[in-house]
RNA sequence: GCCCCGGUGGCGGAAUUGGUAUACGCGUUCGACUUAAAAUCGAAUGGAGAAAUCCAUAUGAGUUCAAGUCUCAUCCGGGGCACCA
């Protein structure tokens, strides 16, 4: 007897999607457009693996889901191709990038396609095609020439084995993000996209998105907004003012210090003969210093300046410190310390014997007995404002500076503009010249793309300047009948993957980068499913959303509405899955081994609920596959036959626990919910009907298998509906507890369900109930809803 | 340290609005088929007990006719932030 056979059946559909292309997308149809897509990969030499097919799975799903439901979907595909990553693993296999990068896109494309995937391949885009970086180069521009690609010389992040600065997010306890390694802080001049102009907007417009509030929060935290003041110390006897920003300015006159950070830019004129040396010193550390020694010291250091502040409140002289617990890049890059209500402020004093003043008496109910308290409460030694509380007080100390001008409400944010230079060769050049006097111009639209020069060797040289610093031919250009030099930086990835959602709607429009027609149709993308850049690449989507649409070039604010975050897969030991540890599980042998990329679909969406992390787990692979094997014989082996109205209950309560459950992304339960279905028909058996709606339903998990039943059962693939009057019996069980707990049930005609007193008597003269109770029951509850009685004995 | 989310059989996990705890899968055990094995099919499977029944959703209290679900406290695990003034 013939038997299921994964391999033949994925063959030979893959094949006819290979040739009538029914994944097409086209603008034409009445139907109701669904963009989906998932965060584009980039293509390892290693090939797909685990976790790519779980994130694919999931697009998939939906995709077929909503186009069995007759939507006009598009579902795209693409390649992130530059980078470091894609850089270092040509230099280590000895190739060069774009002969590297061509060969491992070639190899995702084909897995991916042997994965079965409704993907539209005609739009297919990649990030290092000069058809593609042309337009990040357009975006680029529109950024210059509106002011928020600018260059600024200040300490940056370099990574000394990368070779490159890196962005804020691109450091992970104070470690790159690629390697791994220490970064260390140097000063360079660096072009940066200002992402604090929309800080307000992108903080604003996060709650009202439909993503997992995890990654809203970390959103909101990253942008990290606070409302406070900024406040002008005098310095004494001079004309010199320093800048502080504080959000408590109502203990203002608890203030007995201040403190710069170590790159302040007026230390130098603060200090005298006697501190110069030792504040130089003391400086040059604390900036050499990594951000992990910073971070693995808590014990405060410090040094006095020899210059005081005054307080404008209490007139009192504040010595002017200098300590690497305060920040240059929040704020002003120096804060006011009131020691008696705030941590770091306290340990400095206590350290160097520095005015500790109470200014807030804490309420009489707070439990708070920390040394310092730094709650709200009622201010005291605090001239005219003492007895004011301190929420008043911050507006009243505010109105009073401001009338004198010497400080004003601000907010100030944690974010950071985006550094988007990198020192590699690798990358999306920066599509800027500079003329004699190092000025920097736009390349003209016209002479885009800035290409690649293709170069022997591309390697990072300790210069601090990317390969391309080399051609000198390339570096010449003339703009405007004058000869400048062209910028040898190139763009951080995360600037190529900013805008790709939208190439998507156009892959392959000369004339724009994304033509306004297709944009209006397709975009914003309705579902988005990654894993991964919860600040980096989700903030920077939205980011040049607001300014493209700002400029006009966009109908929306927001690129993404929904936003499906998914777990890892871990090796069978909960572990990460590594080559190191041996313990990679490759899908494509997963497939190869027997059991068909079916199962393997099948499986990653059975194997847990879908924003959770989850182990892999080979013996549970055998289960799915026993279940596709299960639904393939009920198809084309002889299975027992049941009239559709038969099994018509169970057929529909699985249509609408299928439907609801993808609706809602528990793909887990709605493949255990079809398994419950096949368990069903193989018992009471199975009519024609029931193999059309599980093969329908089938489809998003099992393409190809459902494909091929379908095929058989002459049936289209189109998602069916359920009917609430198959889901009712002739007849309901009814629970009876007693006082709460389980003690019978009964079965009584559906009608019955109306006849709340019948219900309870048929309950009370149960044998198995009066065991239990005693007498006259206290209380009798029907909860229909629930089909249950409760009786209070 | 602060914020958020969790803790359910031997394992992964169900339980959607406070209403039958343990769906589905794995594993285990038994049976059928087979010379045998694999595959497949069927049955059983939270714990204790001969049974009636009792006890079980981290722990302890509480609210309720009814709690895995709500409240409080404690313990444990995971994630985020972390000298951000």
Not at 400 to 407: A, F, N, S, V
Request: hydrophobic share 35%.
């Amino acid at each position: 007897m013939e038997r299921y056979d994964p391999i033949k059946i994925e063959e030979k559909w893959q094949a006819r999607w290979e040739s009538e292309k029914p994944f097409k997308a086209t603008e034409k149809s009445d139907a109701p457009k669904m963009f989906l897509a998932e965060m584009f990969p980039y293509p390892s030499g290693a090939g797909l693996h685990v976790g790519h097919v779980r994130n694919f799975t999931i697009v998939d799903v939906l995709s077929r889901f909503y186009a069995q439901q007759r939507l006009n979907v598009m579902r795209p595909f693409g390649y992130d191709t530059f980078g470091l990553p894609a850089e270092n693993y040509a230099i280590k296999t000895g190739t060069s990038p774009q002969s590297a990068t061509k060969v491992n896109i070639d190899n995702f494309r084909k897995q991916a396609k042997r994965l079965g995937y409704a993907i539209d391949w005609d739009r297919e885009i990649n990030t290092s095609d000069p058809a593609y970086y042309k337009w990040t180069q357009w975006c680029f521009l529109q950024l210059f020439k509106k002011g928020l690609a600018y260059q600024k010389e200040s300490y940056q992040w370099w990574c000394p084995v990368d070779q490159t600065v890196l962005a804020n997010e691109q450091v992970e306890n104070g470690c790159c993000w690629r390697c791994g390694h220490e970064v260390e802080k140097k000063k360079m001049k660096q072009w940066f996209f200002k992402i604090t102009e929309y800080a307000d907007e992108l903080l604003d417009e996060v709650d009202a998105l439909d993503w997992p509030e995890k990654i809203k929060t970390m959103q909101k935290n990253w942008i990290g907004r606070s409302k406070g003041s900024i406040v002008n110390f005098a310095v004494k006897d001079t004309q010199q003012e320093i800048k502080v920003f504080t959000t408590r300015v109502d203990t203002i006159f608890g203030a007995t210090f201040i403190v710069l950070a170590p790159e302040h830019p007026m230390i130098s004129e603060l200090v005298n003969d006697n501190t110069r040396e030792k504040v130089a010193e003391y400086c040059k550390n604390a900036i050499k210093k990594s951000e992990i020694e910073r971070q693995e010291n808590k014990e405060k250091t410090g040094v006095f300046t020899g210059a005081y502040a005054i307080n404008p409140l209490t007139g009192e002289e504040m010595p002017i410190w200098v300590a690497d617990y305060v920040l240059m890049g929040y704020g002003e890059g120096a804060v006011m310390a009131v020691p008696a209500h705030d941590e770091r402020d306290f340990d400095f004093a206590q350290k160097f014997d520095l005015k500790v003043k109470k200014v807030i008496e804490k309420p009489e109910n707070s439990d708070d007995d920390s040394a310092c308290y730094h709650g709200e409460g009622v201010l005291v030694n605090s001239g005219q404002f003492s007895g004011t509380a301190s929420e008043d007080a911050r507006e009243q100390i505010n109105a009073w500076l401001g009338e004198r001008g010497i400080g004003s409400p601000k907010t100030t944010y944690k974010m950071r503009d985006w550094l988007i230079s990198r020192q590699r060769y690798w990358g999306c050049p920066i599509p800027i010249a500079y003329d004699k006097d190092g000025n920097p111009h736009a390349i003209p639209e016209d002479q885009l793309p800035v290409m690649i020069p293709e170069v022997e060797d591309y390697k990072p040289d300790n210069t601090g300047r990317s390969a391309l610093a080399k051609c000198k031919d390339w570096l010449k250009v003339t703009i405007d009948g004058e000869e400048m030099t062209r910028e040898t930086d190139t763009l951080d990835g995360y600037a190529c993957s900013s805008w790709y959602l939208w190439r998507y709607a156009s892959p392959h429009d000369d004339n724009y980068a994304w033509n306004p027609e297709a944009i209006k149709y397709w975009e914003p993308v309705d579902v988005y499913v990654g894993a991964d850049h919860a600040v980096a690449h989700l903030l920077y989507v939205r980011f040049w959303c607001k300014f493209f649409a700002d400029q006009g070039f966009l109908p929306f604010r927001e690129p993404i509405k929904k936003l499906i975050y998914h777990g890892y897969i871990n090796a069978p030991d909960g572990k990460k899955m590594s080559k190191s540890k041996g313990n990679v599980i490759d899908p494509l042998d997963v497939i190869n081994d027997g059991y068909g990329a079916d199962t393997l679909r099948t499986y990653e969406m059975f194997i847990g609920p879908v924003e959770l992390d989850a182990a892999w787990d080979p013996r549970s692979v055998g289960g799915v596959y026993r279940f596709l094997n299960r639904c393939w014989s009920l198809c084309f082996a002889d299975a027992k036959k049941a009239e559709p109205v038969q099994t018509a209950q169970a057929r529909h309560k699985t249509i609408k626990k299928v439907t609801e459950d993808i609706y809602r992304c528990n793909f887990n339960t709605a493949v255990a919910a079809l398994m419950e279905y096949v368990n069903e028909l193989y018992k009471v058996g199975v009519s024609n009907d029931d193999l059309v709606a599980l093969a329908k339903l089938l489809k998003p998990f099992a393409p190809h298998l459902a494909s091929e039943m379908l095929e058989k059962l002459g049936a289209d693939d189109e998602w069916p509906t359920w009917d609430d009057k198959h889901l009712v019996s002739d007849t309901v069980e009814i629970v009876v507890q007693v006082n709460g707990k389980l003690r019978a049930k009964l079965s009584v005609p559906a009608e019955d369900i109306e006849d709340e007193e019948k219900i309870k008597s048929l309950a009370l003269e149960n044998e198995k109930v009066k065991k239990f109770v005693s007498g006259e029951p206290k209380k009798v509850i029907f909860v229909k809803k629930a089909k249950l009685v409760n009786i209070v004995a």
